[in-house]
Each structure stands twice: as C-alpha cells, then as structure tokens.
C-alpha cells in the first residue's frame, strides 16, 4: 500500500473515531433523559394538583412541575410569566393591568372576579387527575393575595381537597406587604373555619430567611423554594413505599394533610446519628428552628408525621432506642397528638440521616401575626410621616416680610423693565409708536 493510500485510510478511520464518540455521547444523554423520566414517574400517595397564583406562587410551583407534578401557573403579569419554566398551555395571564397589581389587592380581585370562567377551564386540566389541589400563593404581592376570594370557592366546588401553601413576606419588606399578608391571612383563616380549605400550609420567608442566612440573594429564592417543596414530595413519595422498618401509610399522611386548620413543617439533618439522645435533641433543636414558619403552638397540634431516612447502611447501624427517644420527645412536645411514623431507607450517599416532621390541626402562628402587625403599624407611621414631610418640603411658607418684600421688588422690576433699552425699543419707535403696535396696525 503506498503512503498516500495509507494516509487516507487514516483520516477516514479518524473520521470514523469521531463520529462513534459523538453517537455514543448522544445515545447517553439519551439514557440519562430516560432515567430523568423514569425518576418523575416516581410513585405517590396522594396526586396533587398545583396551582401556583402570582409570582412567588408560580415559582414553587415551577419546583412541582419539576418533581412530575400536575401545575399551572396564573398571573397579571406576562413578564413573570414568561421566566416560568412549565409549559406555555400551563400558563395563564390574566390581563387588564400594566403587569402585576403592584400590591393592589382590589384591583387584583376585580380581575379575578371578572376572569371567573376562563380560570374554571384553564385549572380543569389540572383539577382533573388529581386527588386534592394545592394553592400556591404569597401574602405579601397583589396578585397572589388577591385571588383566594376567587380562587378557594372555585377549587372547593370541584369536590377535591383544598389545600393552600401560603408565603409569608420576609423582615425586611415593606408595610403594604406585611399589611396585605395579614388580610389575606385572616380570609384564610375564615375559609380555613368553614372548612374550605382542608389545610392551610404556612411557610416564612422571613424564617427561611434565618435558615438560609449565608445564600447570595440569587441563590436564596430557588432553595427557599425548594425548601417549601421537598418536605411534601418526601412525604408524599416515601409513603407510598413498603418500608423495611416502619411505614407511614398513605391513608395517615392522607389525614395529616386533612386535619384541618394551619400545618407548619420543616427537616433537619443529623450526622451525629450513633449518639444515644442525637435524634431527640435535633428533634427539640427543629421544632424551635427548622420548621419553616413560627408563632405556632405546637402543643395544639392534632395529627402529626415524622419520617426518619437515611441511607440502608446508615439506618442498619442506627439503634433503636435513638429513633424511640426521638420519637418520645415529639410525642412530648405536642402533648399526646396522634403521630404517624415512617422510617425509610434512601438512596444516599451521605453519612446522616433526615428527620421530616409535620404538624397539622394548629392554630394561628399567634406570636409571628403579632410581630407582622407592629412592623407593619410602624412602617405605616413612617410612611405617613414622610407623606407629610413630602407636603412641607414641596413647599414654601412666605411671611408677610417676605411676601411685602416680593411684591416690593415686583413693582421695582416693573420699573426698571420700562427703562429698560428693550422696553423703550418696544415702546418708542421713530414715530413714536411701538413696534408691536405698528406690526397690529399693519
Ligand atoms: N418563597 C418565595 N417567596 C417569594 C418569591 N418571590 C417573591 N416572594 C415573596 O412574595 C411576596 C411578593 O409577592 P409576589 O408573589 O411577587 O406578588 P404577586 O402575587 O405576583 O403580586 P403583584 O406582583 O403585587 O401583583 C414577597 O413577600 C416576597 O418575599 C419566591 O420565589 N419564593
Ligand atoms: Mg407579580
């Protein structure tokens, strides 16, 4: 074979080489998409419905919608709309204001009202396959806070459980934020009563905010969002699943999300596992810090859920007696409610293990509600005081001195405009007359 011949296998070969490569890194994206899929069709007790209102309730949902959930999204705003990453057929946008409602809560309920049954029909889809439906919604925007009016009736009348996931603002927001989240809190709370709302899942930016102290100010929206998502998925997902230790059926996490009235949830992880009173000091440690929202009297609750995960090699070393201590101090903490357990193993490779906890049948977050009145009463002293300041600064007070001393030096202006050489061309011409009067007579 000469060399220019054997040159050309070569290159053709290299060709060849390459091709393969890419054919076999297309062939495992596929793989890895496949398995992506198969994870999303991960088994559930419950198939909830999500319907995310407004910008924040859109954005958890977004996090469902991820995890293989039934969502849609609604809002005023087609910007906001536009940076929600489910399908477009999954998105409502209710128009009639500039964007947004800019924390208008009446505007946002004129536009819900009058929209009553487009969203009938666009929610359908979702309401359909679902055992119970979720609310996702802020406290704090217009939108989201605006449609419960709307919205709860509307989701009640399907027949399905209501549930509703309610946002509470961060510390640092403004009086009208913290001032709608508590209206909208107290229609909750009476649809809550009347049981409209089968249960009422109150979670805290402002707590998240002190659990997640550390994240950039990009980062905090998406983990407090996964934060509100993954204790429910867990609970869903894991009840579901036979356990080798202990399960929490799917009927009794069906009754911890029916109770009734507010549920607060949170996780911590535990490394020091091995240690005897480990699981029930963290237990003690998350009731006071973990959850995602405070205020609550936990002695009130009703029904309640602890699942304890890890890995199998983590939960096979785990004594036993450190998960009855655990579970003996929730029982203390909330004063002999009924609580369902579960224990599962996960995939894992971490050396710790979750413990979930959910606490149903409470009462308002008393001590939280009384703190978001006297922010918002404080900002909105501060804020009426700079309407008035406004009012003064724009203007300017003229005491007689002064006001003599203008019309003073007005007649003193008058005077020197005649004499002046401008005025005198205006007033004299060679003939006497001025130029606007010639320019009048022509
Ligand atoms: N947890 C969480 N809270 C959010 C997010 N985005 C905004 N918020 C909170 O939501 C409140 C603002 O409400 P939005 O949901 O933005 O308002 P909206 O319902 O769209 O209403 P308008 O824009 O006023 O018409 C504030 O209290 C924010 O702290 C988010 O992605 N996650
Ligand atoms: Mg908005």
Redesign the pocket.
Known sequence: MNEEKKALIDQENEKFASALEKLKGKLNEKNSSLIDKKQKKKTLSIKMGIVG????????AEVFSKLGYESCVI???SQ?LEFIDIPDNRKLLLEG?LG?????LEL?REIFSENYDKIQSFIDDIVTPSNMIYLI???????????VETMIPMMFETGKPVGVIY????GT?DAQ?KKN?LETLSKLAKLSSSNSISSLVV?D?SK?ETIYANLSQSKF?ES??AA?VEPIDVFNHLTSRPSRFTSLDPSDFGKIISTGDCSVYGVIEVDNYMDETALAEAVIESLNSNMLAEGFDLTQTRVGGVIISGSKDVLDRLPAININYCFYMISEQTKGASIYQGIYDVDSNTDSVKIYTWFAGLGLPKTRIDALKEESKAQVLQASMKESDRQSRMSISLDEDTQSSNVASDIHKKIQRKNSSFNRLQTTTPSGNSIIDMRRKK
Do not use: F, H
Request: aromatic share 2%; hydrophobic share 25%.
């Open positions: 209102v407004g910008q924040a309730g859109s954005r958890v809002n005023t705003s906001d204001t947004g409602t800019g924390k208008d946002g919604i802020s406290g704090g925007g217009g939108t989201g806070s605006s449609s946002i509470l603002p961060k927001e934020s989240s979670v930016n998240i929206w407090a969002n509100i």
